[in-house]
């Protein structure tokens, strides 16, 4: 989606002609590699007609075996985007859905805290990425929020924080305009890159231009998902047999008078203490 306005409006969205334009699905891979993250927003779609307003479908990546379905649908001050991954593969896959926005300069982009805990004294987390630095002059804070400057005139690293927002939103100032992206959270998920589900990115200035980016992080890893079911937040599996989450099948077969059963049993009980498994007991 590259041009997000008011009628007769500036565009609130980057459209520069480059990767980094527009709201775009990445994905999060467990090894982070860019030829994953990028497989999903450079594929072609189709657009079809949706009660809802418009649905975009894309055929499989060729690596990955995933396709996206967008369901766009406006309202009056909100648009809706439903990001939908499927694996249309035969290997299972542990991905994130990594929403995008990209902000053109001037713009700043501003992410709530989360107070952690009741207290007045209790923390405030911040989530630092190790190749920025929190001295850059474009990094302000207040009180409950912290906010990234975007520049055409300054900046000469990247730049990129997160915070956890109970909410899941955050926001950009973009002129006259603000833009606020939500993303449902997902209570007692893990969530990639130490734990943010809100983050934001300023590039540096580079022949006379800058872009931001205001990042919506999913909960990772998703379940392991089989050909066709639904990996959203709720949804329900179509395939109730087969074996969501599960890192392996485990099968212990015991015989009468054998006196393995009690190790089996212990055996199972601590496996599954200390992992999401499947474990069968088959008396022989």
Known sequence: MLVLRRVGGQNLLNS???VADGLRTWLMTPHEEEHERDALASLAGI???????????????????????????LHPRELTVDH????????????AIWPVIGIAAPARLVLPFRQVGSRARDTRVLYHYPWSTLSDDRISAGTDHVQLELSDRTGDAHIKFGVF??????????GGSVLVSTT????????PEGG????????????????GELENVGARPLPRRHRGTDPRPGARDPHPGDLIGAVMHALFVTMDGGGNLPPALLLAREITRRATLAVDLLEA
């Open 84 to 95: 939908l991954v499927r694996n249309e593969g035969d290997v299972t896959r542990q991905v």
């Open 16 to 18: 520069s002609g480059g």
């Open 47 to 73: 657009i079809e007609p949706d009660d809802r307003g418009l649905r975009v479908r894309t055929p499989a990546a060729p690596a990955l075996g995933l396709t996206l379905e967008w369901t766009v649908s």
């Open 184 to 191: 449902p959270v997902e209570p007692g998920r893990t969530y």
């Open 165 to 174: 927002q109970a909410t899941g939103s955050g926001g950009a100032l973009i």
């Open 196 to 211: 943010p589900n809100l983050t934001v990115y300023a590039s540096p200035v580079v022949a006379g231009r800058a872009f």
